[in-house]
Structure formats: structure tokens, C-alpha cells
């Protein structure tokens, strides 16, 4: 089905991604997961499969990609879309409507199929995977696991033989990542050839038939998934990998110096539009916690670090930090939020002006310390949105150590890295705290809660509905699971 024969490709701007004399063979119905490092080319080999390169992305380009007989290079993107589906680590970049309808018959009715033939087929799809409660609906007013699911819904009614995925649990929770392996599932029962990028490898070991290890741009190892579920722990860790079971993973205790720092949230309502997100939400931090606000896509985790550094206007209730009861707009002053689409917040033509923007009398040396914490410095006269996802995370992250603000709130800084930029980002969250930041991070990843965070605050339905610390930090699973 998928043929690449001595393949490689660099990018014509020089960004991290290039693969070297790659050759790779997939055959019809199986589903293989690529896996490496942040930059290793993964995405890389995605988009040779789909076309996008060399018909998007220029570059130099070697060998041979044959894709269901089809020569990638000579075909048109067009015909090859008709072949391959593919959904992207953000579904915002693919979506055309403002409508989830519309959106889900887009690829339909830009190939001229009937109207008839499209209501039938919107039927089947809202059967087939569960869309009653998506249908009719405004695709901004959607959580982010159901903008996945919108995303795959409306790539998979085209009916392609070759699916392709890229990153796609990075933004969801974990009961979103659970559905999305069952439509992945039910994609594969179908016969449907599957590609999966994936830094989160635990849901797909019981899907995937072959995992594909990638290491600077060179396949390195091809595994039966039973051999690759068979290496030691440490051998992953090794490889740069995360874990392929979350009961692999081990709540780690780290010492807690408090400081006088100190953030009080009392009775918070938020609304939007006419719908309460946050009713009467209540909790206090210090300095020197590293504090994740974990819960359910949609529970209202964004509006609750937009309303703390001053994004969102709250309805009622107060903020108190160090005693003083702020505005919106003294919030803003002194918070500092990392976005969950960190690209809209990047804004110079290099990752060293980016780190000076906005600072009256920038430090050069801490700037050069944050660069060098997040393994970024030799990239800092790049422009940063030609960075991969998982290296523009750090910049941001990189960014709030050096504007020293007294409250940092996170939003998924972890979405898309892989398990050396998940513990870079644990050190930088380590180096805050012992400067006596309060720390907030809104996160869906059990493994960097489990491994870094001192504290855990569930959220559900607008309100707290646990807090835990110490080895009560275990039960987070279950408790996002429903489960207790």
C-alpha cells in the first residue's frame, strides 16, 4: 500500500525534520506507529505519505514514495487526498465552516457528490461514531477533544484507504484519548491503512501492528508491537520515549518549599455568554507549589487560567494575591500565561528577540540560562514558527522564566513533547517554584502530574472536585476515568 525507497528530504528553509535513506514498507489494513524524539521526522514522513511534500513543502527530496501505486512525487495532491485522510495535531488548521455539519460533508462536496448521497452519508457517520450530540453545532463553541473528533469524523466520511494522524491525543483528556482509540479502532476493523505519529504511546498498544522508531531523521528499529511492548522500561527511557502504560508510572515525591507568595481564589463565577463555566469555583496556592488543574475537555480549565491572569472577566467572587484583591487588569500585570496554541503568541522574527519583547532592560544572561534549560539555544536567530510544535512549547515556557512574574499558569505546556521536553519542562517548573512563583498547570497528561506537580486540583463542572496531594496523587487516573 505505502512504499518509500531510499527516501530523503531536507527542508528548503533548514528547519529540524530532514530524514536520511529511509525505507519503509506498509502493507494494506495495518496500523503503524511512528515514534522518536521531538524533530526526528515524524511529521516529516507524514507528509511524504500525504503529499504535502514535495507539493507543499519545498525542499530537496530523494528516492521513491509510492503510495497505493501512485507515484507521490508526479501526482497531484488532489488525487492523492482521495487516497489519504489526514488529521493534524490542531484540527483548527483543517477546518473550513463555522458549523460541525458543514464541516463533516466539506471533503464531500468538494468532490461533487450529491445532496441525497451526502445526507445518507452524514447518517451513517452520526451512527457509526457516535455524533448525535456534535451535530448542528458552532465548531468555536466546541471542547477540544470534540474538535478531534469533528476533525477525524470529517476526514473519515470521505472513505480514504490511508489514514494519517499527527499527534493526535496531544489536547485531548483521558477519556477523549480512550474514544479516540476506539474510532482508530473501528477505522482498522474497516481495513483502512493507519499511520499514527504519537508521542503518547499507551493507547495504541493494543491497536498498533508495528512501531516505527525514528532517531534524527534515520529509521532505526521496525518492531512487532508485542516485541516493542516487551523491552525493559529502561531501554524506553532511552530511546526518548514515554510510557507505554500508565501504570508503568510512579508518583514521585519532591520536597515543597513554601513561600509567602500567596494566590486565594474565593467563590469565582465565570460566565460565557449566557452559560456558567465556573460556579463558585474556590482554592488557595503558595509560592514554591507546582499545582496541575487536571479534568475533562470542556470542564472549564481555560477559563479558569484566562479569568486568573486577567483574560477573562469573572462574573463574581475575588482573586487575592499576597493580600491585595486585583482588577483584570492588575492580573495581567503581574501573570504570565503559556496559551495552549502557543503560535499565538510568538511573535518576532527570532527565538532571541522573542525572549527580549516586551522586558524595559532584558537580562542577557538569563535569557541565555532559559535557552540553554530547554535545549534551544542553537536555534536562537530562527524565526520561531518555523519550530516544530513540542520546541515552540519550550520557547513560550522558556519566556515566563525569564518575565518573572509572581503567578505563571500553564495551559498543556506539555501537549506535543516528547519525554526529554516533558522532564524539561518539569526542570524549568522546578526552577520556578524555588523562586517562589505560584505555579499553575492545566494539563491532560497523568504522566507529568504523576512525575512533577506537588499537587493535583480535579476539576468538573465549574468546581473542584478534588485536591490532591502525596500519594493520594495515585488516584488521578481513576478519578479522571470516572472511576472513583
Known amino acids: 500500500m505505502i512504499r518509500l525507497e531510499n527516501v530523503s528530504y531536507s527542508y528548503a528553509e533548514g528547519q529540524t525534520g530532514s530524514l536520511h535513506n529511509?525505507?519503509?514498507?506498509?502493507?494494506?489494513?495495518?496500523?503503524?506507529?511512528?515514534?522518536?524524539?521531538?524533530?526526528?521526522?515524524?511529521?516529516?514522513l507524514t507528509r511524504l505519505i500525504n503529499g504535502l511534500i514535495p507539493h507543499f513543502f519545498p525542499g530537496k527530496l530523494s528516492g521513491e514514495i509510492r503510495v497505493d501505486g501512485r507515484n507521490t512525487i508526479t501526482t497531484e495532491i488532489a488525487a492523492l487526498s482521495d487516497i489519504v485522510g489526514t488529521?493534524?495535531?490542531?484540527?483548527?488548521?483543517?477546518?473550513?465552516?463555522?458549523?460541525?455539519?458543514?464541516?463533516?460533508?466539506?471533503?464531500?462536496?468538494?468532490r461533487s457528490v450529491p445532496r441525497e448521497q451526502m445526507k445518507e452519508r452524514l447518517r451513517?457517520?452520526?451512527?457509526?461514531?457516535?455524533?448525535?450530540?456534535?451535530?448542528?453545532?458552532?465548531?468555536?463553541?466546541?471542547?477540544?477533544?470534540?474538535?478531534?473528533?469533528?476533525?477525524f469524523s470529517s476526514v473519515c466520511a470521505s472513505d480514504p484507504k490511508i489514514l494519517v494522524l499527527d499527534e493526535p491525543s496531544s489536547n485531548l483528556d483521558t477519556a477523549a484519548i480512550e474514544e479516540l482509540a476506539e474510532l482508530i479502532a473501528k477505522a482498522k476493523s474497516e481495513g483502512k491503512t493507519i499511520i499514527i505519529s504519537e508521542h503518547r504511546l499507551w493507547y495504541l498498544m493494543n491497536l498498533a501492528d508495528r512501531v516505527v522508531f525514528l532517531r534524527d531523521g534515520v529509521l532505526e528499529k521496525d518492531f512487532p508491537t508485542a516485541d516493542f511492548c516487551s523491552l525493559p522500561s529502561d531501554e524506553i527511557e532511552a530511546m526518548g520515549l514515554r510510557c507505554r502504560d500508565l501504570k508503568e508510572i510512579i508518583v514521585r515525591e519532591s520536597p515543597v518549599s513554601l513561600t509567602e507568595n500567596y494566590l486565594d481564589v474565593k467563590n469565582l463565577r465565570v460566565h460565557l455568554g449566557k452559560e456558567c463555566i465556573l460556579k463558585d469555583?474556590?482554592?488557595?496556592?503558595?509560592?514554591?507549589?507546582?499545582?496541575?488543574?487536571?479534568?475533562?475537555?470542556?470542564?472549564?480549565?481555560?477559563?479558569?487560567?484566562?479569568?486568573?491572569?486577567?483574560?477573562?472577566?469573572?462574573?463574581?467572587?475575588?482573586?487575592?494575591?499576597?493580600?491585595?484583591?486585583?482588577?483584570?487588569?492588575k492580573r495581567k500585570q503581574c501573570s504570565?500565561?503559556?496559551?495552549?496554541?502557543?503560535?499565538?503568541?510568538?511573535?518576532?522574527?527570532?527565538?532571541?528577540?522573542?525572549?527580549?519583547?516586551?522586558?524595559?532592560?532584558?537580562?542577557?544572561?538569563?535569557?541565555?540560562?532559559?535557552?540553554?534549560?530547554?535545549?534551544?539555544?542553537?536555534?536562537?536567530?530562527r524565526h520561531p514558527l518555523s519550530l516544530s510544535g513540542g520546541q515552540k512549547q519550550r520557547l513560550a515556557v522558556a519566556v515566563s522564566l525569564i518575565c518573572k512574574r509572581k503567578l505563571l499558569v500553564f495551559d498543556?505546556?506539555?501537549?506535543?513533547?516528547?519525554?526529554?521536553?516533558?522532564?524539561?519542562?518539569?526542570?524549568?517548573?522546578?526552577?520556578?517554584?524555588?523562586?517562589?512563583?505560584?505555579?499553575?498547570?492545566?494539563?491532560?497528561?497523568?504522566?507529568?502530574?504523576?512525575?512533577?506537580?506537588?499537587?493535583?486540583?480535579?476539576?468538573?463542572?465549574?468546581?473542584?472536585?478534588?485536591?490532591?496531594?502525596?500519594?493520594?496523587?495515585?488516584?488521578v487516573e481513576q478519578i479522571l476515568r470516572g472511576e472513583i
Not at 529511509?22 to 503503524?32: A, D, F, Q, Y
Not at 496559551?339 to 542577557?364: A, N, Y
Request: charged residues 25%.
Open 87 to 110: 488529521v493534524f495535531q490542531n484540527p483548527r488548521t483543517q477546518f473550513f465552516n463555522t458549523d460541525t455539519d458543514s464541516e463533516l460533508v466539506f471533503g464531500l462536496e468538494n
Open 281 to 329: 469555583l474556590s482554592f488557595s496556592a503558595r509560592g514554591g507549589e507546582i499545582i496541575a488543574i487536571a479534568g475533562a475537555n470542556g470542564a472549564g480549565k481555560t477559563t479558569l487560567a484566562r479569568a486568573l491572569c486577567g483574560l477573562q472577566k469573572e462574573s463574581s467572587g475575588s482573586i487575592i494575591l499576597g493580600g491585595e484583591r486585583l482588577s483584570s487588569k
Open 412 to 475: 498543556e505546556p506539555t501537549s506535543g513533547l516528547d519525554l526529554s521536553g516533558m522532564k524539561e519542562v518539569g526542570r524549568l517548573a522546578k526552577e520556578l517554584s524555588l523562586h517562589g512563583s505560584i505555579l499553575l498547570i492545566v494539563t491532560h497528561d497523568v504522566e507529568f502530574m504523576k512525575h512533577i506537580c506537588s499537587r493535583i486540583l480535579v476539576l468538573s463542572e465549574g468546581k473542584i472536585t478534588a485536591d490532591l496531594s502525596g500519594e493520594a496523587r495515585e488516584t
Open 22 to 44: 529511509i525505507t519503509l514498507h506498509i502493507r494494506k489494513g495495518e496500523c503503524i506507529l511512528l515514534c522518536g524524539a521531538s524533530g526526528c521526522g515524524k511529521t516529516t
Open 336 to 381: 504570565y500565561m503559556v496559551m495552549q496554541d502557543v503560535g499565538q503568541q510568538l511573535f518576532t522574527d527570532s527565538i532571541w528577540e522573542e525572549c527580549r519583547l516586551g522586558i524595559q532592560k532584558p537580562d542577557t544572561a538569563q535569557i541565555e540560562y532559559a535557552l540553554n534549560l530547554l535545549g534551544l539555544s542553537q536555534y536562537k536567530d
Open 124 to 151: 451513517e457517520l452520526t451512527e457509526d461514531l457516535h455524533l448525535e450530540h456534535l451535530r448542528g453545532r458552532s465548531i468555536f463553541a466546541l471542547s477540544g477533544g470534540e474538535k478531534q473528533k469533528i476533525a
